[in-house]
Nanobody, 131 residues
Framework: QVQLVESGGGLVQAGGSLRLSCVAS????????MGWFRQAPGKEREFVAA???????????DYADSVKGRFTISRDNAKNTVYLRMNGLKPEDTAVYYC?????????????????????WGQGTQVTVSS
């Protein structure tokens, strides 16, 4: 199985920044679609961002409307790592952030936000934004 380990969470003041990292096992990481989700207490798991192969054989990124312009997803295939750079953090961003991997090539702009499309999940890292 693919193992995913998140890191980089912590406590930050509103307006601050954090960079989350997710390191994946496996020799074919470059083929995985990778996603970030978050879950606050009492709420459902929410899509944040994804990076995936497009039909043109290049990576494309998807973002939830709530984080567009503030968060950036990227990947370093040589390190088997996906990142989530979070700028302009708000208290409503407080949640446990989870990294997820989709091992196929079937994700598109509509399905990338569906957690059921992902095969493996990390343990999560806590992000707390104070006001």
């Amino acid at each position: 199985q693919v193992q995913l380990v998140e890191s980089g969470g912590g406590l930050v003041q509103a307006g601050g920044s954090l960079r989350l990292s997710c390191v994946a096992s496996g020799r074919t990481f470059s083929t995985y679609a990778m996603g970030w989700f978050r879950q606050a207490p009492g709420k459902e798991r929410e899509f944040v961002a994804a990076i995936r192969w497009s039909g043109a054989s290049t990576y494309v990124a998807d973002y939830a409307d709530s984080v567009k312009g503030r968060f950036t997803i990227s990947r370093d295939n040589a390190k088997n790592t996906v990142y989530l750079r979070m700028n302009g953090l708000k208290p409503e961003d407080t949640a446990v952030y989870y990294c997820a991997a989709h091992l196929g090539l079937s994700l598109n702009g509509q399905t990338a936000s569906n957690p059921d499309e992902y095969d493996f999940w990390g343990q999560g890292t806590q992000v707390t934004v104070s006001s």
